[in-house]
């Protein structure tokens, strides 16, 4: 027990020491929480999203198989549908219609999907939580509501209205902000489309093993399609993400070398009061192994403090405060910007990666300076 | 390269251990010429103080070592989903070829330091540091480890490349494949098995044999040291299906998810720590007769019996406990 009562003994004074210069330890705590915090926000957000991301993906389907046209995407035939479902393995093809509309009066993109539901319905419309609040010019600004009428300019230049026939659930609002849903026949009166063609096809197959096949096939009878599988668009997505967050990392790694300056320079500028303060310790019997323990918890306080109080930061600012500090970032261009609380989550590894950017550097920087004012000679301070 | 948080932290936090290290074989190189006890020189005491620099230097090491591990098969288990075919760290480890190797040096550097710092606790209890040349030889020794182990894991984690085709850990396990690993499963489950419930009691008594009569440290430190690779080969073919719950299932990275109750970080600690307090007994031993040392090391053999003989129960433990409460039987087979 005799070691533990050392150690206890030894934190106590040093947590006094602190104490005693708190202006000079304020000011390091302050800003190792707020390299902390940045680096926390980032990695929390960027993990965030590929969490949204991969949750919004399991219910898309399993490929999606889309006509190039000199390299760009274009409108697929539909007859692409019956020679594609007779490949061994496929359980269904569908034709997906979908686009983006300008609406000029609010300056929004809205995204439009055709939904079966609404094929007998035709002139009726579903809308998403983003789209029923736009500002309605000469209405002022009320929201949309049920049985309201959005007109729409067709390609030939005619007037298509339409009646608001519900709201989309809020839940959903990161994917559905922007979304209305039509029926077919509107869609291809919007849009002057054929009937014999649509946006992309969607595949669902038997066995998830077969899929690497089916796509070689389907590219080997249709050369001009490109299929895409739902795996690839998650790994995408994840590495997208994972980038995201490191060259954010890379661009705060300028903070973070000013931070490391700042505490190197905290560690070797000792106070006089400081080395006097050490060399009575080792006058009165402490031995150097007692020191650096003491610098040992020193370091440690330090960094448990101002790496809980950067998590917590971190936390509040990403899934409370909806990231005010990178809203502008995923705001980016769109008009219609959706707005949604992050799904908390942290893990152990998150946190072992943050100690790892963080506490090892700091503690790295400090070992020398500590070992330093350890090893002082108690005559020569003394004699000061 | 996959510019991955977890990745950067890896490639940082080797990156700074090493440097740290050569700076201390720096400071070894200089000690081993010029180290002196006789001698109240100048120099002298300047080396003396260097001492202590080192000692907190590669306690700093062990710990971030140590870390480093469980991070590295933590990050490969994150990126398992960008390669093809991967299904936990198993499959993304053999993406290309330093994976593997990348674990092994790690484990490796592990245990020497932590057998540095037994023979760095044992000198520092001696006033006239009896073995000051001896460890700054073994540190010596360490650092080519140390910068091996940083360069491959550089080589593997800068190597990745998302969705090169791996084999996932059901095939790369399976006992077709031929790897060491495929060895390991293709022992019977009876040979396996009896040889852990053989080996644990074997140094669990060895282990009391030294804690009683302080005698015996070369026989309990090989009996640790088979015990070390047993204990894993055993993981690998018998206990982790307990767990698993699944007669095919030999991964031994599976079992450190949240589905298992992160029942492999205690495992795979305990492991460790009995190996180095096991070594560690031994690696003192010869040093008993050196006058300053030798009322200190039978005590300090002692707690590190004592320390191997508790972690290695823990393992045992756990083990039992896993094989007794699974709904799997392997009566069958």
């Known amino acids: 027990m005799g070691a533990i009562e050392k150690q206890r003994n030894i934190l106590d004074f040093t947590l006094s020491s602190l104490g005693r210069r708190k202006g000079k330890n304020i000011a390091l705590v302050v800003v190792y929480t707020f390299v902390i915090f940045l680096l926390a926000s980032v990695l929390f957000f960027t993990h965030s999203l590929k969490k949204e991301a991969s949750l919004i993906l399991q219910d898309a389907p399993e490929m999606t198989v889309q006509r190039l046209l000199a390299g760009r995407q274009d409108l697929i035939p539909t007859h692409y549908i019956d020679t594609i479902r007779q490949i061994r393995g496929v359980q269904s093809v569908a034709p997906r219609l979908w686009g983006y509309y300008y609406d000029a009066m609010s300056g929004a993109n809205y995204t439009l999907m055709v939904n079966a539901e609404l094929n007998d319905r035709a002139g009726e419309i579903i809308i998403g939580n983003g789209v029923s609040m736009r500002s309605m010019s000469g209405i002022g600004n009320q929201a949309l509501r049920k049985n309201d009428i959005i007109p729409f300019k067709t390609y030939d230049g005619s007037v298509l209205t339409l009646k608001v026939r519900g709201l989309l659930p809020f839940a959903s609002e990161l994917v559905t902000a922007d979304l209305i849903l039509v029926s077919e026949a509107d869609f291809r009166t919007l849009f002057s489309i054929a009937n014999d063609q649509a946006t992309d096809l969607v595949l669902n197959v038997r066995n998830a093993k077969e899929l690497s096949t089916i796509a070689a096939k389907i590219t080997q009878i249709h050369p001009d399609t490109r299929p895409i599988l739902r795996e690839e668009i998650l790994r995408t997505y994840d590495a997208v993400f994972d980038w995201r967050g490191g060259v954010i990392f890379m661009v705060l790694s300028g903070v973070f070398f000013a931070f490391i300056i700042l505490a190197w320079d905290k560690a070797t500028g000792l106070s006089a009061e400081e080395k006097r303060e050490i060399g009575i310790l080792k006058a009165i019997g402490w031995e150097t192994s007692d020191i650096l323990l003491m610098k040992f918890w020193e370091g440690s306080a330090v960094s448990i403090a101002a790496f809980f109080m950067g998590i917590f930061l971190a936390y509040l600012h990403i899934f409370l405060a909806s990231s005010i500090l990178f809203e502008p970032v995923l705001k980016g261009w769109s008009v219609l910007y959706p707005s949604f609380r992050l799904t908390p989550y942290i893990s152990v590894y998150q946190i072992a990666t943050l100690f790892f950017l963080t506490v090892i550097p700091y503690t790295v920087v400090t070992i020398v300076p500590s070992w330093r004012s350890a090893t002082i000679d108690p005559d020569s301070v003394m004699r000061m | ?333």
């Open chain 2, 1 to 333: 390269m996959i510019f991955h948080p977890g990745i950067l932290a890896l490639l940082l936090g080797s990156a700074l251990t090493t440097s740290m290290l050569c700076y201390s074989a720096y400071e070894g190189v200089r000690i081993i010429r010029n180290w002196d006890i006789s001698s109240g020189s100048e120099r002298q005491l300047e080396l003396e103080r260097r001492t202590y620099l080192v000692s907190t230097v590669m306690s700093y090491v062990l710990g971030f070592q140590l870390l480093s591990l469980f991070l590295f098969i933590y990050t490969a288990d994150t990126l398992s989903p960008l390669f093809i075919g991967a299904m936990c760290a198993a499959g993304s480890l053999n993406v290309n070829g330093f994976g593997y190797s990348a674990l092994v040096l790690k484990i490796v550097g592990c245990l020497l330091a932590g057998l540095w710092l037994v023979v760095n606790f044992t000198d520092n209890k001696a006033y006239d540091y009896p073995l000051i040349r001896k460890k700054y030889w073994l540190l010596l020794f360490i650092t080519p480890f140390l910068i091996a182990e940083t360069s491959v894991q550089a080589g593997y984690l800068l190597g990745l490349k998302p969705n090169i085709i791996t084999s996932c850990c059901g095939t790369l396990f399976s006992a077709d494949a031929k790897t060491v690993m495929s060895d390991l499963l293709a022992l019977p489950l009876s040979l396996s098995e009896s040889a852990f419930f053989l080996s644990t009691p074997i140094t669990i008594v060895s282990g009391l044999y030294v804690y009683f009569k302080t005698k015996g440290a070369y026989l309990f430190s090989i009996a640790s040291f088979i015990h070390f690779f047993i204990s894993i080969a055993a993981l690998i073919s018998f206990i982790s299906i307990y767990f698993y719950e699944l007669p095919t299932h030999h991964c031994p990275f599976c079992i450190l998810h949240p589905e298992y109750g992160y029942v492999g970080y205690p495992m795979y600690l305990a492991i460790l720590v009995s190996a180095v307090s096991g070594l560690g007994t031994g690696i003192i031993n010869p040093f008993r007769n050196i006058a300053s040392l030798c009322n200190v090391i039978p005590r300090i053999q002692k707690r590190f019996a004592l320390i191997s003989i508790l972690s290695n129960s823990v393992f045992a433990l756990i083990v039992v406990y896993g094989i007794l409460f699974s709904n799997l039987s392997m009566a069958a087979y």
